[in-house]
C-alpha cells in the first residue's frame, strides 16, 4: 500500500471541505456493539451528549472557526453506511464470533443518519448537544470528538510551510517509533489502538496503526476503529462504555433502582454478547461502590477494564476482589486503558505479569503526541482533554463519578445525590491532562 505523506497533503488540500470523517464506519466499535443493544431493547429512550473540555485553559471557539466546525458536521450528517461496509459488518468474525450482529439490526443500519445537532458559543467555548433518540445520538459522540480535534490541529499548522510540516511529521514519526521500539520489548505485550477520539488527524492515526502493525507484529492485537480495522485486515476491539449506566442511572426510579443500574447494564449486556466480550467496566460510579455490592455471578466474566483509576492501584483492587470470590487471577483479563503512556504501560506491564492476563488500549498518546515536534513554539498541537458525555436521559439528568472526581460529569446536585448513594470511597483526585 502506497503510504501517503502526510505533510504534502496538509499543505497542499485546496479542496473547498477536506471531509475529517469520511464514513460512518470511522467510529469506535463498542459503539456499534452498544447500538445493537439500545436499538433491540432501548429504542424508545432519549439521550443527549454534551461536549465538554476538561481543558479550561484552552478556548475552543478561539481556535476554531465555527463555519469550519459546522461544514464538517453537517458533511458527517450526509453519510450513510455503504454497501462494502454492510457486507463487512454482516460477514465478518468478530471476538471469533460470526454474526455478532442481528440480520434485523443491520437492515436498520442501512438507512442510518446523524440527527441534528445544537451549537452556540459562550465565555470562548462551543457549547455542542446532540439531543434526540438514543439510538441516534449514541454515533455522535466520536465523529463529534475528532472533527474538533482535527479542526484544531488543522488551524495550529495553517501558518506552517511545506519543510515545516515536514519536520514536523518527522519528529512525531521518530518520537511514535522510539516508543514502539520500547513496547517490543516488552514479551508477551498485548497492544491495541484506541485513539479515535482525540486524534491529530485520520491520516495520522492511519499511520500509527500501520507503523504498530509492522512495528511489533503480532504483539498488536488490533484497532477500537470500525474502518481501520476493515482497510487493514485488524481485529476491531472494544466492548461497553460509561454511557450505559449513566443512562441507566439517569432512568431509576428509586435509589435502589440506581443502586441496581451498574448491574443491570451487564445483565442486558450479556443477552447479546459473550466471551471476551463480558468486559466490566466498574468506574462509572466508583469502584469500590461496584465491588461492594457487585453479585458473585459478575466474577465468573472474563475481565475488568479499570478506567480512571491508576492502573496498579486499580488492578490490584479488582485482583483481590477475584480472589475474595474464590477466582484465579491467572485466569482472568485486565485491559487498562486510561491516559496511558509507554512508561505507564510497562510499569504495569512488569507489575502485573505472571498475576493477571493484561491487555493496553493506547489512545491519545498514541494519536495525538505531538509534544515538542513543531518547529516552532506552540501549546496548539497538545492534545487536550476533551469529551463528549451523555448529560440526560429522557429529560432526567445523567451523572458519571469516576474514580478520579476530576473526571466527574453532571449536575452538582445530582453528583451529590449519587455520592450519597455510592460514596466516595476509592475516589482520588488526579490531575487530567488527556
Known amino acids: ?40 431493547m432501548y429504542s424508545e429512550v432519549d439521550a443527549t451528549f454534551t461536549l465538554i473540555n476538561r481543558t479550561t485553559s484552552v478556548r475552543l471557539a478561539d481556535e476554531i472557526d465555527e463555519g469550519e466546525l459546522r461544514e464538517q458536521l453537517d458533511h458527517a450528517r450526509t453519510l450513510r453506511f455503504s454497501k462494502k461496509e454492510m457486507i463487512w459488518l454482516g460477514g465478518n468474525t468478530f471476538y471469533g464470533r460470526k454474526q455478532i450482529f442481528e440480520p434485523e439490526f443491520l437492515a436498520w443500519l442501512e438507512d442510518f443518519r446523524l440527527p441534528d445537532y445544537e451549537l452556540t458559543k459562550r465565555d470562548g467555548q462551543y457549547e455542542l448537544s446532540f439531543p434526540g433518540p438514543w439510538m441516534y445520538t449514541t454515533l455522535w459522540e466520536i465523529p463529534a470528538l475528532a472533527i474538533i480535534n482535527e479542526l484544531r490541529s488543522r488551524a495550529a499548522m495553517r ?55 509492522e512495528g511489533i507484529g503480532e504483539a498488536f492485537t488490533g484497532t477500537s476503529n470500525v474502518l481501520l480495522a476493515m482497510d487493514n485486515d485488524l481485529e476491531a476491539l472494544g466492548t461497553n462504555a460509561h454511557e450505559l449506566p449513566m443512562v441507566f442511572g439517569a432512568l431509576a426510579n428509586s435509589e435502589e433502582e440506581l443502586r ?4 443491570k447494564v451487564l445483565q442486558d449486556w ?9 468486559i466490566v467496566l466498574p468506574d462509572t460510579f466508583g469502584t469500590a461502590a461496584f465491588l461492594r455490592d457487585a453479585p458473585d455471578w459478575i466474577a465468573d466474566w472474563t ?23 474464590g477466582k484465579d487471577p491467572k485466569q482472568k483479563l485486565l485491559i487498562f486503558s486510561d491516559g496511558l503512556e509507554v512508561e505507564t504501560i510497562e510499569e504495569a506491564y512488569r507489575h502485573f505479569k505472571g498475576k493477571v492476563r493484561m491487555s493496553f488500549g493506547w489512545g491519545t498518546n498514541l494519536t495525538n503526541d505531538f509534544e515538542g515536534c513543531a518547529p ?10 476533551l469529551v463528549c458525555k451523555v448529560s440526560e436521559a429522557n429529560g432526567r439528568p445523567a451523572v458519571k463519578l ?8 453532571g449536575d452538582e446536585k445530582e453528583i451529590k445525590r449519587y455520592l450519597r448513594i455510592f460514596g466516595e470511597k476509592g475516589r482520588v483526585r488526579q490531575l487530567v491532562k488527556v
Open 159 to 213: 501558518s506552517f510551510g511545506p519543510f515545516a510540516l515536514d519536520v514536523l511529521y518527522a519528529r512525531a514519526k521518530a518520537k511514535m517509533w522510539d516508543k514502539t521500539e520500547r513496547l517490543k520489548a516488552l514479551p508477551g505485550i498485548r497492544i491495541s489502538d484506541f485513539g479515535t477520539r482525540r486524534r491529530h488527524s485520520f491520516l495520522w492515526q492511519r499511520w500509527c496503526v500501520e507503523a504498530l502493525k
Open 1 to 40: 500500500m502506497a503510504k501517503t505523506d502526510i505533510a504534502r497533503r496538509v499543505y497542499n488540500h485546496t479542496w473547498k471541505l477536506d471531509p475529517i470523517v469520511r464514513s460512518l464506519l470511522d467510529t469506535d466499535f463498542y459503539k456499534l456493539l452498544m447500538l445493537q443493544m439500545i436499538w433491540g
Open 303 to 325: 475481565g475488568f477494564r479499570p478506567d480512571s483509576a491508576p492502573p496498579i492501584e486499580g488492578g490490584e483492587k479488582i485482583l483481590s476482589w477475584w480472589r475474595e470470590k
Open 270 to 278: 450479556q443477552r447479546y454478547y459473550g466471551g471476551n466480550l463480558l
Open 402 to 409: 469516576s474514580d478520579n472526581p476530576a473526571k466527574a460529569t
Open 376 to 385: 516552532t513554539e506552540t501549546k496548539s498541537l497538545d492534545a487536550i482533554s
Open 260 to 263: 441496581e443500574a451498574p448491574y
